[in-house]
Nanobody, 125 residues
Framework: QRQLVESGGGLVQAGGSLRLSCATS?????????MAWFRQASGKEREFVAG?????????YYTDSVKGRFTISRDNANNTVYLQMNSLKPEDTAVYYC????WGFGSPKSEYEYWGQGTQVTVSS
């Protein structure tokens, strides 16, 4: 079992930045989990945003719409994964969810077993 708690969402103007954090806890070492961020805009399906492999996080994945603007990273010592979001656009407005996949790869096609409650990101034009 792994508990995930997101934070860092809020209201920001277009072109601004936010950093989301996902603090995790559980019995197994955090480094054994691949991590990812998903988002769900109002009236739309949830979509993969970014993922990072287990252990040192040498492999990352991004959906095309955020490449070059968002960066996913992990801090195994603090059991936390981050999503740095720069050059935000109104279309980035959504609830952002953190997810964990034990012994996974962090890819868009992975099956993530654990999910946080989400944090709202709103980008005004």
């Amino acid at each position: 079992q792994r508990q995930l708690v997101e934070s860092g969402g809020g209201l920001v103007q277009a072109g601004g930045s936010l950093r989301l954090s996902c603090a995790t806890s559980g019995r197994r070492p955090f480094s054994m989990y691949a991590m990812a961020w998903f988002r769900q805009a109002s009236g739309k399906e949830r979509e993969f945003v970014a993922g990072i492999s287990r252990s040192g996080g040498e492999t990352t994945y991004y959906t095309d719409s955020v490449k070059g603007r968002f960066t996913i990273s992990r801090d195994n010592a603090n059991n936390t994964v981050y999503l740095q979001m720069n050059s935000l656009k109104p279309e980035d407005t959504a609830v952002y969810y953190c997810a964990a996949d034990f012994w996974g790869f962090g890819s868009p096609k992975s099956e993530y077993e654990y999910w946080g409650q989400g944090t709202q990101v709103t980008v005004s034009s």
